[in-house]
């Protein structure tokens, strides 16, 4: 798994990993407490001494300290591992957020290009005749046409198209 200082990302199969070493610690915790309680029921706050100080004779004495450590320390361990699991899956979807992001604005990039892309022009303006109702509407040398009317780069053939849409719009 990565380190906190750095080092390669999380993947799930880090996680995965965490979360079968938790799964691991949890049965040893109940093999345990399944100790404890073969003999005589014996928990983790039993007293291990009879009414009158004495070690209890009853139960394996030697046996029920060492499942009560072991609990302790597994506990522990559990503990410390589910601050693991927990970071782990924070910077898992952390990352993934970041990249789910990042996938989102490039895709968002890639859209606004093709949506912005300048429209293909069909005519170059090679003169304008100063005092003409182009050069009135400032229209200039080497401008580029893209539409005129409803000629565009898709339907356009020739020039003729250009004075058939004139002819129409005179008024």
Do not use: W
């Not at 100790?35 to 009414?51: I, N, R, S, T, Y």
């Amino acid at each position: 798994m990565a380190e906190p200082g750095g080092g390669r990302p999380v993947t799930v199969s880090d996680v995965q990993q965490l979360v079968r070493r938790k799964d691991e610690i949890e049965a040893q915790i109940k093999a345990c407490y399944e100790l404890l309680e073969g003999q005589k029921g014996v928990g983790m706050h039993e007293p291990l001494v009879d009414a009158e100080g004495f070690p209890r004779s009853d139960i394996d004495l030697y046996q029920v300290r060492t499942a009560r450590h072991n609990i302790i320390c597994l506990q522990n361990d559990h503990k410390a591992l589910m601050k693991q699991v927990e970071e782990a899956l924070h910077k898992l979807h952390a990352r993934e957020k970041e990249k789910h992001a990042k996938d989102e604005a490039e895709a968002l990039a890639e859209a606004m290009s093709q949506n912005q892309s300048l429209p293909q022009a069909f005519a170059k303006v090679n003169t304008v005749t100063p005092g003409s109702p182009a050069s009135v509407s400032g229209l200039q040398v080497d401008d580029e046409i893209v539409e005129f009317g409803s000629v565009n780069a898709n339907n356009f053939q020739n020039l003729q198209n250009i004075a058939t849409v004139v002819q129409h719009s005179e008024g």
